[in-house]
């Protein structure tokens, strides 16, 4: 695995992570203790931090943070990189207080590495929502401070609203078949030195299954067409893919996904065929 720094911080986070958002079964099952396919989510869970990958994420709403408490519970508690959200209709302040005691006591933790506010909430005022994190980061129960799915109007206004700490991440809809963030947002936080989760990699797998068109490429690298698409994006600086894989085989097969590189052209090549096509 390949570590990079988070934001401008000097932490080591594997540059593939792994989601937890499974479908809204799961979440409706796992409120009564009856997650639809436990075991084999938990394997491949497992799978992943053997592997290295020490970025999880979820969700006060995914119905995963037990699953994520089982499946780290052996780990050093300084080599992973947890992160979690809180949703939309929690973020007054001592509703995100609540919200963040539910999340740490559903994860087994006494901090998170990464509080993300899920979706911002035009009726709730950002620096409410902002001021509370920086209370949770003095108190010790967050280390950094997220965002996801803000625009890029919404990022700054989060940006300025930050007293003491700095954002140290936004999460969006990113990958090969979805770059419209590189018109504004992703500019931004490169130069801002935020760090970007991509969610839907791979296009909720439809990525996966370009097989025919990025032949030339497969072969050329001896990589699936998942590896490829995860591979350009944890070659950027600073963007960290969050793929869910709930089957080990699939864990396994992103794990391949860093430690080589693509030449440009390659990577361009990629970008035409799947824009083409995804
Ligand atoms: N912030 C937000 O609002 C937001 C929104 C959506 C998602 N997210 C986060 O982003 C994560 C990823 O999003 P996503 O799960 O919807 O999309 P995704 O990662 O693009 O695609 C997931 C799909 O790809 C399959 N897959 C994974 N690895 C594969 C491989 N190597 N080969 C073939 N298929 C593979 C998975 O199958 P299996 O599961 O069967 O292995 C699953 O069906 C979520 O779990 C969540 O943590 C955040």
Redesign the pocket.
């Given at each position: 695995m390949i570590y990079k720094p988070f934001g401008r911080h000097e932490v080591n986070v594997s540059s593939v992570g792994?989601?937890?958002?499974?479908d809204p079964l799961w979440i409706v099952t796992s409120r009564i203790g009856l997650g639809r396919g436990w075991a084999e989510k938990l394997r491949?869970l497992r799978e992943g931090l053997q592997g290295g990958m020490n970025l999880i994420?979820?969700?006060e709403i995914?119905g995963s943070e037990p699953l994520v408490r089982e499946a780290i519970k052996d780990y050093p508690r300084d080599q992973l990189f947890i992160a979690t959200?809180v949703w939309s209709n929690h973020l007054r302040r001592e509703a995100l207080i609540r919200a963040l005691e539910g999340s740490l006591r559903r994860l087994g933790l006494s901090y998170v590495d990464l509080y993300?506010v899920?979706?911002p909430n035009p009726r709730v005022p950002i620096s409410e929502t902002m001021g509370a994190m920086e209370e949770m980061v003095e108190k010790g129960k967050i280390r950094f401070i997220g965002i996801?799915?803000f625009s890029l109007k919404q990022t700054e206004e989060a940006v300025h609203s930050l007293k003491k700490y700095e954002l140290a991440s936004i999460?969006?809809?990113y990958?090969l078949s979805h770059r419209e963030p590189e018109r504004d947002l992703i500019p931004y936080c490169q130069r801002e030195g935020i760090a970007v989760?991509?969610?839907?990699?791979?296009?909720?797998?439809?990525?996966?299954?370009m097989g025919e068109k990025l032949k030339p490429l497969t072969e050329k690298y001896g990589k699936?067409?998942?590896?490829l698409a995860?591979n350009w994006l944890a070659s950027k600086p600073n963007v960290f893919?969050?793929?869910?894989?709930?089957?080990s085989?699939?864990?396994r097969?992103?794990l391949g996904?860093v430690g080589w590189e693509m030449s440009d052209q390659d990577r361009k090549e990629l970008e035409k065929i799947t824009g083409d096509g995804g």
């Amino acid at each position: 695995m390949i570590y990079k720094p988070f934001g401008r911080h000097e932490v080591n986070v594997s540059s593939v992570g792994m989601g937890t958002y499974y479908d809204p079964l799961w979440i409706v099952t796992s409120r009564i203790g009856l997650g639809r396919g436990w075991a084999e989510k938990l394997r491949a869970l497992r799978e992943g931090l053997q592997g290295g990958m020490n970025l999880i994420d979820t969700a006060e709403i995914y119905g995963s943070e037990p699953l994520v408490r089982e499946a780290i519970k052996d780990y050093p508690r300084d080599q992973l990189f947890i992160a979690t959200k809180v949703w939309s209709n929690h973020l007054r302040r001592e509703a995100l207080i609540r919200a963040l005691e539910g999340s740490l006591r559903r994860l087994g933790l006494s901090y998170v590495d990464l509080y993300q506010v899920h979706f911002p909430n035009p009726r709730v005022p950002i620096s409410e929502t902002m001021g509370a994190m920086e209370e949770m980061v003095e108190k010790g129960k967050i280390r950094f401070i997220g965002i996801s799915n803000f625009s890029l109007k919404q990022t700054e206004e989060a940006v300025h609203s930050l007293k003491k700490y700095e954002l140290a991440s936004i999460q969006i809809n990113y990958s090969l078949s979805h770059r419209e963030p590189e018109r504004d947002l992703i500019p931004y936080c490169q130069r801002e030195g935020i760090a970007v989760l991509a969610y839907y990699p791979l296009a909720h797998g439809k990525l996966s299954l370009m097989g025919e068109k990025l032949k030339p490429l497969t072969e050329k690298y001896g990589k699936t067409p998942s590896q490829l698409a995860l591979n350009w994006l944890a070659s950027k600086p600073n963007v960290f893919p969050i793929p869910r894989a709930s089957r080990s085989e699939h864990v396994r097969e992103n794990l391949g996904a860093v430690g080589w590189e693509m030449s440009d052209q390659d990577r361009k090549e990629l970008e035409k065929i799947t824009g083409d096509g995804g």
